[in-house]
Nanobody, 125 residues
Framework: VQLQASGGGLVQAGDSLRLSCAASGRTSVDYGLMAWFRQAPGKERVFVAAYRWGTRATYHADSVKGRFSISRDNADHTVYLQMNKLKPEDTAVYYC??????????????????WGQGTEVTVSS
């Protein structure tokens, strides 16, 4: 499984960005979960949002609820993270991740076997 993240950039506070994560290498069976994590400089990697493939359920960290939204492209294995009303504290490298089966601890990075390379988001004040 390969994950390709894209869409990061430098924006101002209040702007929007949409990140994409394209998955390849596993075409016969759907993924259990695809998720976004982020890591700010000098901090640990933390959960942002997750998409449950089978039920289409979505999960968002409290820090981004109401501003970020995870969604899926029905045509292929691509997950998006729409980020609105960006704040300077959203500055981080954003990573997409995937695992084959759903787990209730979807917020834990150690649950994910597959990771993309990261895309950097910088929000200026």
């Amino acid at each position: 499984v390969q994950l390709q993240a894209s869409g990061g950039g430098l924006v101002q506070a209040g702007d929007s960005l949409r990140l994409s994560c394209a998955a390849s290498g596993r075409t016969s069976v759907d993924y259990g979960l695809m998720a976004w994590f982020r890591q700010a400089p000098g901090k640990e990697r933390v959960f942002v949002a997750a998409y449950r493939w089978g039920t289409r359920a979505t999960y968002h960290a409290d820090s981004v609820k109401g501003r970020f939204s995870i969604s899926r492209d029905n045509a292929d294995h691509t997950v998006y993270l729409q980020m609105n009303k960006l704040k300077p504290e959203d500055t981080a490298v954003y990573y997409c991740a995937a695992r084959i089966h759903f787990v209730t601890s979807y917020y834990a990075s150690e649950q994910y076997a597959y990771w993309g390379q990261g895309t950097e988001v910088t929000v200026s004040s």
